[in-house]
């Protein structure tokens, strides 16, 4: 029995290892090859439209890029010090509980799980780049918002002045119907004989077509940054999804079987296999949740943006203003923002869950089989 349950834990041990290195390996291979062939151009064009973006939507350029940079700096040194104590920790817990399998084995396993958890960790700031920009240009728009709340609520100014007080032929003068009446049109106006408003033109700061699309280009050009992500990193996160879903259900299955004592592990490493075993599960569930909460953010951000043009539609602004806001709505309706692992799958918290669903079931599914 005991020789059986060794026999079986070196069989996960070999199936987990050559299925990993085979799936991690085509993802960072094909993240490289896709990197140097069709990459290089599409990064400057993102490049090129980020700073084209920035100069309209950041007021301190220099300080934002220094604030990304100590961010990322921050991020890799933590994430890859996790990796390299990780990596360390394996091999040594490895090579005590199983004594036919030797260092190198182990050490072949990693330089693709670098490469791929790098891949991860671009599209990650990427997409967190893209929501930044579309913070900045909500913020806009809300400011436009408040703008023409505020100047239609100063709209009327009604006087103290008793009716009695005005003369009537001034009254009949200067009176208009209530359908003769364009809220575009009407202005308090102080200056007029006996303190009553009057029909006057709409005053020049009303009109905000320029600043709406100056928000069309900013969002169009957004859109373009969103789509170039997607080209670039869409097979790889594909990939990446595929190999990190195995890793995690084995992984887990690997650490349930040796609680349930079905795997032959020394009661002496038995704990620091648990321990190894639930650390790769918590860089798995990292490498899942930077794939797709970003994605589900950007996503919640741009439905934002239609809210807000909705919210400015019914504001009443002038003609030009009007005409441009419509073109906005139809652009938002036309040009959504979503993420997709090439097509296949849409990267979003639904995505995260029906992982881990499916995870689970197959634990439970080997596990009942195992016994």
């Not at 062939?37 to 309209?56: A, E, F, P």
């Not at 300080?63 to 100590?70: A, G, H, L, N, P």
């Not at 967190?128 to 703008?147: F, H, Y």
């Not at 652009?331 to 990267?347: D, E, I, R, V």
Request: proline share 2%.
């Amino acid at each position: 029995m005991q020789r059986l349950k060794q026999s079986r834990l070196l069989v996960v041990i070999v199936v987990n290892e050559f299925l990993m290195i085979f799936l991690g390996g085509l993802t960072a291979f094909s993240s490289i090859l896709i990197s140097i062939t069709r990459n290089s151009v599409k990064s400057r064009d993102l490049v090129s439209k980020v700073i084209k973006i920035d100069k309209d939507l950041l007021k301190d350029s220099s300080t934002t890029y220094t604030k990304t940079i100590i961010f990322t700096l921050i991020q890799v040194i933590l994430v890859y010090s996790y990796a390299t104590v990780l990596f360390t920790y394996d091999i040594v817990v490895w090579t005590t509980a199983v004594k036919k399998v030797g260092v190198w084995y182990f050490i072949t396993g990693y330089p693709h799980r670098l490469v791929n958890l790098e891949t991860a960790i671009e599209f990650c700031d990427l997409v967190l780049l893209l929501i930044s920009r579309l913070k900045l240009l909500n913020s806009r728009l809300s400011v436009i918002l408040r703008g023409s709340n505020e100047t239609y609520t100063n709209a009327f100014v009604f006087t103290t002045t008793s009716h009695h007080s005005v003369p009537t032929p001034f009254v009949r003068e200067n009176a208009v119907s209530v359908s003769e009446i364009n809220r575009d049109k009407i202005i308090p106006i102080f200056g007029s004989p006996q303190g009553v408003n009057v029909h006057r033109p709409l005053p020049p700061e009303i009109s905000q077509q320029k600043n709406i699309r100056s928000a069309r280009e900013l969002y169009d050009d957004l859109c373009d940054i969103s789509v170039l992500i997607n080209s670039m990193y869409g097979l790889q996160i594909l990939l990446e999804l595929a190999a990190t879903t195995a890793e995690l259900t084995l992984n887990w299955y690997l650490m349930l079987a040796t609680l349930l004592g079905m795997l032959a592990v020394e009661a002496d490493t038995s704990s620091r296999f648990i321990c190894l075993m639930t650390a790769w599960l918590l860089l798995f569930a990292f490498k899942l949740i930077i794939i797709t909460a970003p994605c589900q953010s950007a996503t919640s951000e741009a439905e934002k943006t239609v809210m807000l043009v909705q919210k400015l539609l019914l504001a009443g602004f002038d003609q030009n203003t009007m005409e441009e806001l419509q073109l906005f709505s139809h652009q938002l309706l036309h040009c959504k923002m979503n993420f997709t692992a090439f097509g296949f799958l849409k990267l979003d918290f639904s995505l995260l869950l029906t992982i881990i669903g499916g995870a689970v079931t197959y634990v439970v599914l080997a596990i009942q089989f195992s016994k």
